[in-house]
């Protein structure tokens, strides 16, 4: 056993608990806010402060039904990816001053656990918080291996991305362009395109609040989409789908558009376009490629100091807003991937 270590002198543990199955868009009556003590770490724990919280589309899942993990207990803390500094250990593994990424909830405090799948990973001190939950963290791993692993792209390939400007979409695109392909983005608004083509370097986007987005689609990809990768489902994936080229893959990342529906809408109308072109549709998790974590670390992080990818993070500050924050990305008020500063690194 190793002595519990500590740095702190708080009392007090804000917290963000789930008070009832949200309906629709997430609004704070679905959430209890709690003040509790600061918990203290028993053999093999740590407690560290968190810094960051990662809002991402599948809490949205989270919070209503069991996904591939299981829906959040009422009474429970909001489950939530983020970034945190070890202020109190019992473990081993892990020392006072530790900066840590992790599943750990809204709230000031977490207690962690060493070893198995969920245990907190070490974060190097020279990459700054915001890329270490951006390019660097769980999205920019998605987009790695459902690109790279499930979307198998070949170099002179038309590549489609929807979310474009969102946090794992906007890495799919920019290594689309890595690897000799034709990137075209679909977003939402003249500031999220230009955005794309201006920063991120797209071949083309596509405005779905201002484009006919099958007309546009048709436009760009006269011989057909080789490869489209999903992140909103609904119209835009059943366009896509009567699209395909020869061969063509859809990678099935997430479903934006429905996440906040009562009841699931039908699904999509031109899926035998997939017999017909012979192509193939795919979901994954990330989690799926594990063990491969640091090859895909290693390979963003080489890209992001070539300037090949550019980083996108939109913070809004403090716990209090932690709703608000998630709401934002169904809005599409978000640039980028979006964090919530808890307190300061």
Not at 93 to 117: A, E, F, K
Not at 199 to 209: G, I, Q, R, S, T
């Amino acid at each position: 056993m190793t002595e519990a270590t500590t740095e702190t002198e708080a009392k007090t543990n804000r917290r963000w608990l789930l008070a009832e199955r949200p309906t629709g868009l997430v609004d704070t009556k679905s959430f209890q806010w709690v003040e509790e003590p600061v918990p203290t770490p028993a053999d093999g724990q740590i407690v560290a402060r968190v810094l960051y919280l990662s809002c991402d589309p599948t809490q949205r899942g989270w919070m209503s039904r069991d996904t591939y993990m299981p829906a959040i207990k009422i009474g429970e803390v909001v489950r939530s990816g983020g970034l945190a500094r070890v202020v109190a250990t019992k473990s081993s593994d892990y020392r006072v001053g530790d900066l840590v990424s992790g599943l750990v909830g809204w709230q000031d405090y977490v207690v962690l656990q060493g070893g198995g799948m969920f245990a907190p990973s070490k974060v190097p001190a020279n990459v700054a918080p915001e890329l270490a939950l951006s390019t660097l963290g769980l999205t920019g791993l998605t987009a790695y291996f459902g690109f790279l692993d499930v979307g198998k792209p070949q170099s002179g390939e038309t590549v489609v991305v929807s979310g474009a400007a969102g946090a794992t979409g906007s890495v799919v695109a920019q290594i689309a362009k890595i690897k000799g392909c034709r990137a075209i983005g679909i977003a939402g608004g003249k500031e999220k395109c230009d955005w794309l083509l201006h920063e991120a370097k797209l071949d083309a986007v596509v405005d779905y609040k201002s484009d006919d987005v099958g007309k546009k689609l048709r436009e760009l990809c006269p011989k057909g989409i080789d490869i489209f990768f999903d992140n909103v489902g609904g119209e835009q994936l059943d366009i896509a789908l009567a699209q395909l080229a020869l061969h063509g893959r859809v990678v099935l990342c997430g479903a934006i558009s429905q996440y906040n529906e009562t009841s699931m809408p039908p699904g999509p109308k031109n899926y035998l376009n997939l017999v017909v072109k012979r192509a193939r549709m795919e979901g994954f998790l990330v989690s799926d490629f594990a063990a491969r974590f640091g090859e895909a670390v290693k390979a963003l992080a080489g890209w992001t100091q070539e300037g090949k990818i550019a980083s996108r993070v939109d913070v809004v500050n403090g716990l209090e807003n932690a709703p608000a924050a998630l709401r934002r990305l169904f809005t599409g008020e978000n640039r980028g991937k979006q964090l919530v500063r808890v307190a300061d690194a």
